[in-house]
């Protein structure tokens, strides 16, 4: 009879083990901020079609060297403009949307200010590292 029991016992401490180690590989990479190390014109058309697709918008336009210096980006609309292409004076009602690359293990993504949404970025497009400064 002690014997069973000491055989149950060290089955269900196996058992017990095995899941903590599959919940500990199962648990997901933190999110670290990202940098862009080495800026190229098929980067900053993936990021602009990215960000496009994360804030749901046509078409965006970004600096070449968006997210050298840092994980963040501020976005504005852009300003209207009439016939004669001089700036319509009014109001902007629209708040800056920001934006920030984010690495998550081997994969970089963005994400929304709020972290609503997020898009998966092709780490074979641009050369990017984890922030360290």
């Known amino acids: 009879m ?3 029991r000491t055989l149950i016992a060290s089955l269900g401490l196996v058992l017990l083990l095995s899941d903590c180690s599959l919940q500990a590989e199962s648990s997901p990479q933190p999110l670290k901020p990202g940098l862009i190390i ?3 014109p098929a980067c900053t058309a993936e990021l602009q079609q990215a960000i496009a697709l994360l804030l749901d918008v046509e078409q965006v336009t970004i600096a ?3 997210f050298t210096q840092s994980n963040r980006l501020t976005l504005e609309r852009k300003q209207h403009r009439d ?4 700036l319509v004076m009014g109001r902007t009602l629209t708040i800056p949307t920001n934006v920030q690359l984010l690495m998550q293990g081997k994969q970089y993504l963005l994400q929304d200010e709020q972290g609503n949404q997020t898009q998966l970025l092709s780490s074979e497009l641009c050369k990017l ?3 360290t400064r």
Do not use: E, L, T, V
């Open 2 to 4: 002690s014997f069973h």
């Open 38 to 40: 080495k800026p190229n």
């Open 64 to 66: 070449s060297d968006a």
């Open 83 to 86: 016939a004669n292409g001089q």
């Open 129 to 131: 590292s984890a922030k």
